[in-house]
C-alpha cells in the first residue's frame, strides 16, 4: 500500500501518547509529534515520538498558535490532533474550529461536552437513558457539610467515595494530599476531605458515592469508536486485574485481559447513538456483586490512558480514525472484540502478585504462554539498539514493585 502522508499531532507525553503513536506507527510506520509542559518518561528515548516542551501549551491560545505553526511547515500532510488528557481533549474540543481544516480534529462540539465531561450531568444523562451508577449525592460549594453528610441524608452508608465532578478543572488546583479519588470513613472525614478540596478553590461540584465492593478485579473498561454521524463502529470491553495506586494515579488500569459482553456492549452503544457523540469515548465500569449489575462511574471523551488494549486485540485505534477522514471509507457495521488478549503496562509479575482473582491470574498466565500478552512500552522497533529506552524500561518496571508495596500493600 502506498505510504500515507499523515502525521499524528498529539499533546501530551505519558503513556496514553505513547499508546497513540504507537498505534500509528504499527499501522502506518509514522512518527508522531507531541507538545506537552514537560517531559515524561513514557515518551522519552523514543523513535516514535518527536516530543517538544511548551510549557504554556496548557494555555489554549498557546495550544492553537504551536499547532497553527506546526501546520504552516508541513503543509500538504494530513495531520490528526489528538488530546492525550482531560485537559488537552477539552482545548481541542473547545477550540478545534479554529484548527480545522488544516487539522482532522475528531471529536464531539463544547455544548455535548458541557454536558458529558461533569460527572454529576453525565449521572443525569444515565438517568434518562437507563445507565446504572453507583447511588449518588452532590456537593456544591455552597452546601452546610454536617446535615448533608449523614447516612440518611447520603442515603447510603460509610465508607463512601469523594471525587471532583470536573476532572480536567480540578487538577488546575493543586493541594498537599491531592489525590484522584478519595475514601472517607465517616462523615467527619469527608467533611475534612470536601473542606480541603474547595479550600484549594476548585469551583466545581463535588459527587459523593456509595462504595461498590470489590477489589480492582471487578472492574470493566469499554472503549468506544463513533464516527462523524454518530454511529458506534467499535467497541472493546476490557476486564481489568490491576490498577494504579499511586495518590494521582489512583484507579489508572495497568493490567486487562479482553471479554465480550454483549448485552452490556449495546447498552452503551445505544446510549452513545442517542447522544450524538462522535469520536472515542472510553467508560469506567464496576461489577456490584450485591444485585449482579454493572454501574458506570464515567464517560472519558476521549481514548482512555490503557488504550493499547484495543490495539493489541486487533483493533488499532489509529486506523479507524485514518480509514474515515484520510481515506473516506465506510467503517462498515459495528464490531464487537472478541479477542482475549492480556495488556498490561506493569511487568506481569506485578500483575501476578497483586491481582486478588485466582482465576484472572490463571487466564493471563495461560494468555501469556500462548503468546497473547502485551506490554505498551515494550516494542521492539523502539528497543532494538536503544539502550537509553531499554535501560528506562528495565528501571520503570522495577519501580513498580516498589510503589505496589507501598501503596498497595503486602499480599
Known sequence: MEKLNIIPVLLGADLNCYNVARAFHEE????????????????????????????????????????????????????????????????????????????????????????????????????????????????????????????????????????????????????????????????????????????????????????????????????????????????CLGHVLLEEHTPKGLGNHCAIITEQNLPLMERFKAYLEETGFVGYSNFDIKYDERDKTYRAFEINLRLGRSNYYVTSAGFNVAKYIVEEYVLGKDPGETAYCDNEIFWHSVPKGVVYKYCRDPKCVAKAKALAKAGKAHASLWYRPDTCMNPKRTLYLIMHGRNHYGKFKKYYGKV
Request: overall charge neutral; charged content about 25%; some cysteine.
Open 28 to 235: 502506518y510506520g509514522v512518527k508522531s509529534y507531541a507538545f506537552g509542559r514537560y517531559a515524561i518518561g513514557a515518551s522519552n528515548y523514543t523513535r516514535i515520538v518527536n516530543f517538544t516542551i511548551v510549557e504554556r501549551i496548557d494555555d489554549p491560545e498557546v495550544m492553537v498558535n504551536t499547532l497553527t505553526e506546526f501546520a504552516d511547515k508541513h503543509e500538504g500532510a494530513s495531520l490528526i490532533a489528538l488530546g492525550c488528557t482531560d485537559e488537552y481533549a477539552s482545548m481541542l474540543i473547545h477550540y478545534g474550529d479554529r484548527l480545522r481544516p488544516r487539522y482532522i480534529v475528531p471529536y464531539i462540539g463544547p455544548e455535548l461536552f458541557e454536558r458529558l465531561a461533569y460527572k454529576a450531568s453525565f449521572y443525569e444523562d444515565c438517568d434518562r437513558h437507563g445507565i446504572l451508577y453507583p447511588k449518588t449525592k452532590i456537593i456544591t460549594p455552597e452546601t452546610k457539610l454536617e446535615p448533608a453528610l449523614t447516612e440518611s441524608a447520603l442515603g447510603f452508608s460509610y465508607p463512601i467515595i469523594i471525587k471532583p465532578s470536573a476532572s480536567a478543572v480540578y487538577w488546575r488546583y493543586p493541594f498537599e494530599g491531592m489525590k484522584k479519588v478519595y475514601t472517607a470513613a465517616s462523615a467527619g472525614e469527608a467533611g475534612i476531605i470536601i473542606s480541603r478540596i474547595f479550600a484549594s478553590g476548585y469551583p466545581e461540584k463535588i459527587i459523593l458515592q456509595d462504595m461498590i465492593p470489590g477489589d480492582d478485579s471487578k472492574m470493566r473498561v469499554l472503549t468506544a469508536y463513533s464516527d462523524r454521524n454518530g454511529k458506534v463502529r467499535m467497541m
